[in-house]
């Protein structure tokens, strides 16, 4: 139901960081679980990071786990990741979707209601 704009990418260096938002629209936002997905090209979309909608849980993909951190600020409607230590596996593209399941350290999105996502490329 939330539209979802996604922003904050870039060109960085290996070693270096980016904060990447997510500013949504709707009243479901503040009461959803929300998360972070990424595709690289050729590759399949995949799990980045979750957060529950009080920001009492989080869970991290294996590649995100210590140098990615989500947040979110309900009041402004607003999720973030930041991200540190960039590497050039990193280089994708980063979504940010309403989350259904999680399993594991494994979590799928509640719809396929991608939005344009944000272009983060790292450098070597």
């Known amino acids: 139901q939330a539209h979802l704009v996604e922003s904050g990418g870039g060109l960085v260096q290996t070693g270096g960081s980016l904060r990447l938002s997510c500013a949504a629209s709707?009243?479901?936002?503040?009461?959803?679980?929300m998360g972070w997905f990424r595709q690289a090209p050729g590759k399949e979309r995949e799990f980045v990071a979750t957060?529950?909608?009080?920001?009492?849980?989080?869970i991290y993909s294996d590649f995100a786990r210590g140098r990615f951190t989500i947040s979110r600020d309900n009041a402004l409607n607003t999720m973030y990741l930041q991200m540190n230590s960039l590497i050039p596996e990193d280089t994708a593209v980063y979504y940010c979707?309403?989350?259904?399941?999680?399993?594991?350290?494994?979590?799928?999105?509640?719809?396929?209601?991608w939005g344009q996502g944000t272009q983060v490329t790292v450098s070597s």
């Open positions: 979707i309403e989350v259904g399941h999680c399993s594991g350290y494994k979590c799928t999105p509640s719809s396929d209601s």
């Open positions: 709707g009243r479901d936002f503040s009461s959803s679980a």
């Open positions: 957060i529950t909608w009080n920001s009492e849980n989080t």
